[in-house]
């Protein structure tokens, strides 16, 4: 399975543009949260009608994957937590989000939410439990911030990852976990785009300005992982142990291509 992971686009539809034109050359395309812009000029509902558009363009072109990010969060759930009630619309022309699973090749893929509060951080749990059970050949999660303590949440000064993700990471080992949420990770130094907790990889492409957003490219088949940015591009093959510093990309693979 070729996949294409970016994130964080924050209702930057110059990118949004260039993640349609290349997405019929994926399996499956994974935005993985902060569709939306709150320090935005254009009101919230505004952004959510063009975003939906652009989604379901998308859905039509390829596997689409979508999560929801911190600045998605347009609705209260009975608990009083803070919820992405508009991206749950995705699946009303096929799109899988918050809360699904689906499989793809033998790939059981676990999309998470945004979690504000207990009961949600509670049904999230609930969802990686249940999942832990189904039969798969691999299993990657789909959750917007990275785990806390990695170079993928490292902002330049502090860590700003999910605790309970890194708990639950080790509780169960997955064989991936996308994310986005901290957009300087891979241009920090002490950060990167790319990390391996015990077997567990786990990717965030970071954000950058202009039309062509960060991203990474895997397959699940290589087993390789390609980082795209205007810093340059690396490379990690996940049939090995992850080596540091992670080597800058020289030839696109035959796969790519």
């Not at 979690?115 to 039969?135: F, H, I, M, N, S």
């Not at 994310?179 to 907790?197: E, T, Y």
Request: proline share 6%; net charge negative; glycine share 8%.
């Amino acid at each position: 399975m070729k996949c294409l992971l970016v994130s964080d686009l924050h209702y930057a539809l110059k990118q949004y543009d260039w993640v349609t034109n290349v997405s019929k050359d994926f399996d499956v395309v994974v935005i993985a949260g902060d569709h939306l812009d709150i320090s935005s000029a254009v009101e919230a509902r505004a952004q959510i009608a063009v975003i939906l558009t652009y989604l379901k363009r998308l859905h039509t072109r390829t596997k689409l994957i979508v999560c929801s990010g911190n600045h998605d969060l347009d609705g209260l759930n009975d608990a009083g937590e803070k919820v992405a009630k508009w991206i749950t619309k995705v699946r009303q022309f096929g799109a899988p989000t918050d809360g699904d699973s689906l499989s793809v090749d033998g790939v059981l893929i676990t999309i998470c939410p945004w979690w504000d509060g207990p009961q949600t951080r509670e049904t999230v749990g609930a969802q990686l439990a249940r999942d832990a059970e189904k039969p798969k050949e691999q299993w990657i999660w789909v959750y917007h911030a990275p785990p806390d303590e990695s170079p993928t949440s490292w902002g330049g000064q502090k860590h700003f990852g999910d605790v309970e993700l890194a708990r639950w990471i080790k509780q169960y080992q997955p064989d991936i976990v996308l994310s986005g949420h901290i957009h300087q990770s891979p241009f920090r130094q002490g950060g990167s785009w790319v990390d391996q907790l015990g077997s567990t990889w786990v990717f965030n492409p970071g954000r950058q300005i202009g039309p062509n957003p960060t991203h990474i490219v895997f397959d699940t088949t290589e087993r390789m992982a390609l980082w795209f940015s205007l810093a340059g591009a690396e490379v990690v093959r996940m049939d090995k142990p992850l080596n540091r510093p992670v080597p800058e990309l020289t030839e696109l693979p035959s796969w790519f291509k």
